[in-house]
């Protein structure tokens, strides 16, 4: 039984494809996630939590300006240029292509701009530190140099080249982490370490963009940046699919991907810098899984467009197997040794975060187990349903955040976080893979006798 049980999982194709190419990036995440746990930490022992929490505020309103008027353009070039692809209709391809990069490098300089308004509100009305302001432009920098970094990567994963995006995104962790070393051993402040990571986005945003342009010709042909942006068909399709996808952005941006913020408005900057320091934790978490959701989204759209719903089943089942192992494993590592590392670690001032870490990992580890769960809805053609989820979830997580928050302090927000996780998170699933069966059905019931 075992052993036929083996022979099925070495036969999968899809399986092997993704995790391959998975493995190329999870060779340079787990590199990465020495370095990156190495970054946070450092940077942890460099500053004092309140300015901690301070550099996390920082970043996340500069990054989520760009999260406003991001259309996620790496979703819709592989759903439909990938489509095209495998079509063999190379001209139709590129034009999605080219179209999502122009918009994509129109928005991020419009975004900047955006920026550059906001910065002194933010600073003093949400981060509530003046000298904040010129740091949010500063680093929103690494918004011009990520120009078409959504685009470019969806062309590298067309293009199977993982090994690209492994390099480059072990490239931005050795320049941050070697920096902020740097620093560290300089007893440098928040500036140095805030320029740092700056440093790591530029090298990124600019290497995926030249890797992108490098490998067009061989995925779309010679000449593709003279394809007319009339061979584009359906853009009202394309235009709904993209708004659908930049409101979803938002509400993640609002309910998802803010907390730092928001713990910073409710409570204090020490507080961000607990929570900071619990999700720097979830990151390294979520790192040996996130490679799949950028390998698995153009097998399970390519599964969904020639209908292999049992080898989709197979390969949704057998990587969320993978998932789960990981996290239980890191989960037991984390009860046993967290407390003692955390004693050690700055004579013990991140301890008070160790419950913080340990009710967001509930949520993350959930996340991880089903992190196919919008892929598999955009794939089907069912984006809106994803984003509705998102924000009546998130509404209800933001009302409770306002009503809470401030009473019972940084572990409630921990609490809603991981709450909206599993409840968002379990609706999608249950309805693509709903969709699956009816689809399934259907297909079984043309197939001729």
Same mark, same amino acid.
């Given at each position: 039984?075992?052993?036929?049980?083996?022979?099925?999982?070495?036969?999968?194709?899809?399986?092997?494809?993704?995790?391959?190419?998975?493995?190329?990036?999870?060779?340079?995440?787990?590199?990465?996630? &020495? *370095? @990156?746990? /190495?970054?946070? +930490?450092?940077?942890?022992?460099?500053?004092? !939590?309140?300015?901690? $929490?301070?550099?996390?505020?920082?970043?996340?309103?500069?990054?989520?300006?760009?999260?406003?008027?991001?259309?996620?353009?790496?979703?819709?070039?592989?759903?439909?240029?990938?489509?095209?692809?495998?079509?063999?209709?190379?001209?139709?391809?590129?034009?999605?292509?080219?179209?999502?990069?122009?918009?994509?490098?129109?928005?991020?300089?419009?975004?900047?701009?955006?920026?550059?308004?906001?910065?002194?509100?933010?600073?003093?009305?949400?981060?509530?530190?003046?000298?904040?302001?010129?740091?949010?432009?500063?680093? &929103? *920098? @690494?918004? /011009?140099?990520? +120009?078409?970094?959504?685009?470019?990567?969806? !062309?590298?994963?067309? $293009?199977?080249?993982?090994?690209?995006?492994?390099?480059?995104?072990?490239?931005?962790?050795?320049?941050?982490?070697?920096?902020?070393?740097?620093?560290?051993?300089?007893?440098?402040?928040?500036?140095?370490?805030?320029?740092?990571?700056?440093?790591?986005?530029?090298?990124?945003?600019?290497?995926?963009?030249?890797?992108?342009?490098?490998?067009?010709?061989?995925?779309?042909?010679?000449?593709?940046?003279?394809?007319?942006?009339?061979?584009?068909?359906?853009?009202?399709?394309?235009?709904?699919?993209?708004?659908?996808?930049? *409101?979803?952005?938002?509400?993640?941006?609002?309910?998802?991907?803010?907390?730092?913020?928001?713990?910073?408005?409710?409570?204090?900057?020490?507080?961000?810098?607990?929570?900071?320091?619990?999700?720097?934790?979830?990151?390294?978490?979520?790192?040996?899984?996130?490679?799949?959701?950028?390998?698995?989204?153009?097998?399970?759209?390519?599964?969904?467009?020639?209908?292999?719903?049992?080898?989709?089943?197979?390969?949704?089942?057998?990587?969320?197997?993978?998932?789960?192992?990981?996290?239980?494993?890191?989960?037991?590592?984390?009860?046993?040794?967290?407390?003692?590392?955390?004693?050690?670690?700055?004579?013990?001032?991140?301890?008070?975060?160790?419950?913080?870490?340990?009710?967001?990992?509930?949520?993350?580890?959930?996340?991880?187990?089903?992190?196919?769960?919008?892929?598999?809805?955009?794939?089907?053609?069912?984006?809106?349903?994803?984003?509705?989820?998102?924000?009546?979830?998130?509404?209800?997580?933001?009302?409770?955040?306002?009503?809470?928050?401030?009473?019972?302090?940084?572990?409630?927000?921990?609490?809603?976080?991981?709450?909206?996780?599993?409840?968002?998170?379990?609706?999608?699933?249950?309805?693509?893979?709903?969709?699956?069966?009816?689809?399934?059905?259907?297909?079984?019931?043309?197939?001729?006798?």
């Amino acid at each position: 039984m075992r052993k036929r049980w083996l022979q099925q999982w070495r036969e999968d194709r899809l399986l092997r494809t993704v995790v391959r190419n998975s493995s190329y990036l999870f060779s340079s995440n787990t590199i990465s996630m &020495g *370095l @990156a746990s /190495l970054q946070g +930490l450092l940077a942890a022992a460099l500053l004092n !939590v309140g300015d901690y $929490g301070l550099l996390g505020m920082i970043i996340a309103f500069a990054s989520n300006v760009n999260r406003l008027l991001s259309f996620r353009m790496n979703e819709l070039v592989i759903k439909y240029a990938g489509q095209y692809l495998a079509e063999e209709k190379k001209s139709r391809a590129a034009a999605i292509i080219k179209a999502a990069g122009l918009s994509e490098a129109m928005t991020s300089l419009v975004a900047y701009g955006l920026l550059i308004l906001t910065a002194q509100l933010a600073a003093v009305y949400i981060i509530k530190d003046p000298r904040a302001a010129p740091w949010i432009v500063l680093y &929103g *920098l @690494a918004l /011009l140099a990520n +120009l078409v970094t959504e685009t470019a990567t969806a !062309v590298l994963q067309l $293009g199977n080249h993982f090994r690209t995006l492994a390099v480059l995104n072990l490239s931005q962790n050795l320049l941050t982490a070697g920096w902020i070393g740097t620093v560290f051993l300089l007893r440098g402040g928040l500036f140095d370490v805030l320029m740092a990571y700056l440093a790591g986005k530029v090298v990124y945003g600019l290497g995926l963009m030249i890797a992108a342009v490098y490998w067009m010709p061989s995925l779309v042909g010679k000449g593709w940046w003279r394809v007319a942006l009339s061979d584009l068909s359906g853009k009202k399709e394309l235009a709904k699919f993209a708004v659908s996808t930049n *409101l979803s952005q938002t509400v993640n941006m609002l309910i998802r991907d803010n907390e730092v913020l928001w713990v910073g408005f409710f409570l204090s900057p020490v507080e961000a810098g607990y929570y900071k320091f619990g999700l720097a934790i979830m990151n390294v978490i979520v790192l040996p899984i996130s490679p799949f959701i950028q390998t698995t989204f153009p097998e399970i759209n390519r599964a969904v467009a020639l209908r292999i719903w049992d080898r989709l089943r197979s390969l949704l089942r057998r990587t969320s197997l993978i998932a789960a192992v990981w996290s239980g494993l890191a989960g037991v590592g984390m009860l046993i040794f967290g407390p003692y590392l955390l004693t050690l670690f700055k004579d013990g001032a991140y301890l008070p975060a160790f419950p913080v870490i340990l009710v967001l990992f509930a949520g993350f580890s959930f996340a991880n187990l089903f992190y196919w769960n919008r892929p598999l809805l955009l794939a089907l053609g069912n984006p809106n349903f994803p984003l509705l989820v998102t924000f009546a979830v998130g509404l209800i997580k933001t009302v409770l955040m306002f009503l809470l928050v401030r009473q019972y302090g940084v572990m409630m927000q921990a609490v809603l976080m991981s709450g909206y996780f599993i409840t968002s998170i379990g609706l999608n699933v249950i309805k693509g893979l709903r969709q699956v069966d009816l689809l399934q059905k259907t297909s079984e019931q043309v197939q001729p006798a």
